[in-house]
């Protein structure tokens, strides 16, 4: 393990298990989102005191709208009042939101409320919260694209990535799954190329500190080698040599 790798800079997670963890408990499922949002704060305060700098998180899935109506009405309400609720802290914290996906579909009222969440922790430069919502891969690629063939520009990977809803930052480093299931269901499917990927059978309810620090540990133990040899990369005197 190298000191360079010890902390990854971008941590992407996708927030899996909340539903279980409430009907573990006999309550409704967006008792378990309400939960969850509480475990984000948590999550958000540990990676900012540990130095990472850029937290990515799954907060609803394009395809998270083929749920029951009054899940998907939960968790529209659970974001505004979430927000409305922990700007002003994240402010005080230095965090800077933005959320990510694909806007059109969410009410007006709803877009104001991200808009002014954005605008309020612009000046905020200690972490970089994305919040992925109404997002996916999938599309992000594809308006990617579409932008790009509207202003007639050529389709490369860095056009391409340029034109990404993520070009802000760079790519994550880490990417955590809760809830047991080994899969990205649409998450960074062009950014996470070369991320390491870690998978945590705790529920994103559950998934605290200590198993944040897990993670992190076992990130460092990894060897990053973007396509080249181990004895290149030892050579080379660092293993973020093409991050
Ligand atoms: C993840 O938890 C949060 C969202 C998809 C919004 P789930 O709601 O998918 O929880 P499980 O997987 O059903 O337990
Ligand atoms: C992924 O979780 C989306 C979010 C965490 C927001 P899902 O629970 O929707 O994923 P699948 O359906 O199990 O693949
Ligand atoms: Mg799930």
């Known amino acids: 393990m190298s000191a360079a790798n010890a902390i990854p800079h971008h941590i992407a997670i996708v927030m899996d298990g909340n539903g279980r963890w409430a009907t573990r408990r006999y309550l409704p499922r967006v008792a378990g989102h309400r939960q969850g949002v509480e475990s984000l704060r948590r999550c958000v305060r540990a990676c900012s005191d540990r130095g990472v700098r850029v937290l990515t998180v799954f907060a609803f899935s394009s395809e998270n709208w ?3 109506p009054e899940e998907v009405s939960g968790l529209m309400e659970l974001l505004a009042m979430a927000l409305g609720r922990e700007v002003p802290q994240l402010k005080h914290d230095g965090v800077r939101i933005h959320i990510v996906g694909d806007r059109s579909t969410l009410s ?13 922790t612009a000046q905020n430069t200690r972490l970089i919260l994305n919040v992925c919502f109404n997002y996916g891969g999938r599309w992000d690629i594809a308006q990617a694209a579409a ?10 990977e860095a056009s391409l990535d340029r034109a990404m809803a993520l070009s802000h930052v760079p790519d994550p480093d880490l990417l955590i ?13 062009w950014q996470a190329a070369y991320s390491e990927l870690y998978f945590s059978d705790r529920l994103w309810p559950d998934f605290d500190e200590i198993a944040l620090d897990e993670a992190i540990a076992d990130y460092g133990r990894r060897e990053r080698r973007f396509g080249l040899t181990s004895g290149q990369i030892a050579s080379s005197g660092s293993d973020r040599i093409a991050a």
């Open 66 to 68: 083929n749920r029951p």
């Open 108 to 120: 007006e009222k709803m877009r104001l409320g991200l808009a002014q969440a954005e605008a309020t």
């Open 147 to 156: 932008k790009l063939a509207a202003q007639g520009e050529a389709i490369t």
């Open 177 to 189: 799954r809760t809830g047991g299931e080994r899969r990205i269901s649409n998450f960074l499917l």
